[in-house]
């Protein structure tokens, strides 16, 4: 069974900067960062393939936002950099074991708690 942990949300002026970690339970899976706001869907942010040699962000952050991860010690970060009002949302980390778009919701297995992220103007 999968396990996803994330930490690192907090409450941080605009302009300002947090990264997120993300402990799994397990090394050897593309993995994604979303976001979810109370009464909206979750929405993709950023995508990292097993090996890295893959990432992908959503235009909102792209430029901002850096996914990154360390097999070795099972984790995966983001760091957000020049953040806004609106980036404030609870975010999750995400597992994706099969094949699906890298974008959706359902292509991933595991999720984690959530941490939520505020960012005051």
């Known amino acids: 069974q999968g396990k996803l942990v994330e930490s690192g949300g907090g409450l941080v002026q605009a302009g300002g900067s947090l990264r997120l970690s993300c402990a799994a339970s397990?090394?050897?899976?593309?993995m994604g960062w979303f976001r979810q706001v109370l009464g909206k869907e979750r929405e993709f942010v950023a995508f990292?393939?097993?090996?890295?040699?893959?990432?992908i962000y959503a235009d909102s952050v792209k430029g901002r936002f850096t996914i990154s991860r360390d097999n070795v010690k099972k984790m995966v970060y983001l760091q957000m950099n020049s953040l806004k009002p609106e980036d404030t949302a609870v975010y999750y980390c995400?597992?994706?074991?099969?094949?699906?778009?890298?974008?959706?919701?359902?292509?991933?297995?595991?999720w984690g708690q959530g941490t939520q992220v505020t960012v005051s103007s």
């Open positions: 995400a597992a994706r074991i099969h094949s699906g778009n890298y974008f959706d919701v359902s292509a991933y297995d595991y």
């Open positions: 397990f090394s050897n899976y593309d």
């Open positions: 990292i393939s097993w090996a890295s040699s893959s990432t």
